[in-house]
C-alpha cells in the first residue's frame, strides 16, 4: 500500500520557537493532504487541506498565521506551528487520500508529537 | 452538519468472541465514504475497512466487517475472534462528499480484550 512518512516523529520545544513537521507521501502523487490534530485522549480534529500549488484550506477555528501550511511539491507537505506555546503540545497527524492512490483507504502518516516546555 | 457518533467510549471482549462497535452517522450528501481506523497505543492510524455509499454489499476484510445499514445511518464494525492485539482505540470515520478525501472522525471506543 501507499506510505506516508513523517519527520520528526516527536519534538520538544521552548515556548516561542517554531517548530516545522513535514509530511511525505513515499510512493504516491498527492496533490491535497491532510493535517490532523490530536490531543491525549481525543479524537483526531481536521486543522487543514493542503494543497499543491496553492494555498492551505483551513478549518473553521484555525489559526491560519499560527500554523503555517506549504505544499511546495506533489510528494512534500509541511506545517509549521509558529511561536509554539504549551497549548499547542499535542500529537499532529497528516494524511493523504486513497482515490490519488488508486483505492479509497486513506494513508496515515506516523504522526509527530509535539511537547512545548 | 455531518456528524460521526460513537457512543461506546469503551468495550471489553473476551480473546476469541465477536464484538461489534457502535458507529452512526450524519449527513445530508448522498455519496459519501466511510472508515473504521485502528489507532494502538503507538499511535499511528490503521486502516481497518471501507464502505461506499452507494455499494450494495457490507464490506469485510479478514476478521473485520462492516454492519452498513444506510436507512439507519449506521456502519458499526464487527470483528469476530478477537485477538489480544486487537486491544486499541478505534475511529469511525466519514468522508463526507464524493470529491473530497478529507475525513471526520467520531470520538472513539476503546476496545479491551481479555484473555
Known amino acids: 500500500g501507499a506510505v506516508v512518512s513523517q519527520h520528526p516523529s516527536w519534538v520538544i520545544c521552548k515556548s516561542g520557537t517554531s517548530v516545522k513537521i513535514e509530511c511525505r507521501s513515499l510512493?504516491?502523487?498527492?496533490?491535497?493532504m491532510f493535517w490532523y490534530r490530536q490531543f491525549p485522549k481525543q479524537s483526531l480534529m481536521l486543522m487543514a487541506t493542503?494543497?499543491?500549488?496553492?494555498?492551505?484550506?483551513?478549518e473553521q477555528g484555525v489559526e491560519k498565521d499560527k500554523f503555517l501550511i506549504n505544499h511546495a511539491s506533489l510528494t512534500l507537505s509541511t506545517l509549521t506551528v509558529t511561536s509554539a506555546h504549551p497549548e499547542d503540545s499535542s500529537f499532529y497527524i497528516c494524511?493523504?487520500?486513497?482515490?490519488?492512490?488508486?483505492?479509497?483507504?486513506?494513508?496515515f502518516g506516523p504522526g509527530t508529537r509535539l511537547t512545548v516546555l | 452538519a455531518q456528524k460521526i457518533t460513537q457512543t461506546q467510549p469503551g468495550m471489553f471482549v473476551q480473546e476469541k468472541e465477536a464484538v461489534t462497535l457502535d458507529c452512526t452517522y450524519d449527513?445530508?450528501?448522498?455519496?459519501?465514504?466511510l472508515f473504521w481506523y485502528k489507532q494502538p497505543s503507538s499511535g499511528e492510524m490503521i486502516f481497518l475497512i471501507y464502505?461506499?455509499?452507494?455499494?450494495?454489499q457490507n464490506a469485510t476484510e479478514g476478521r473485520y466487517s462492516l454492519n452498513f445499514q444506510k436507512a439507519r445511518k449506521s456502519a458499526n464494525l464487527v470483528i469476530s475472534a478477537s485477538q489480544l492485539g486487537d486491544s486499541a482505540m478505534y475511529f469511525c470515520?466519514?468522508?463526507?462528499?464524493?470529491?473530497?478525501?478529507?475525513?471526520?472522525f467520531g470520538t472513539g471506543t476503546r476496545l479491551q480484550v481479555f484473555p
Open positions: 464502505q461506499g455509499s452507494y455499494d450494495q
Open positions: 493542503s494543497n499543491e500549488g496553492s494555498k492551505a484550506t483551513y
Open positions: 470515520a466519514m468522508s463526507p462528499k464524493y470529491n473530497t478525501d478529507k475525513l471526520i
Open positions: 449527513t445530508s450528501d448522498p455519496s459519501y465514504g
Open positions: 494524511s493523504a487520500g486513497g482515490r490519488l492512490a488508486g483505492n479509497n483507504e486513506q494513508f
Open positions: 510512493d504516491f502523487q498527492a496533490t491535497t
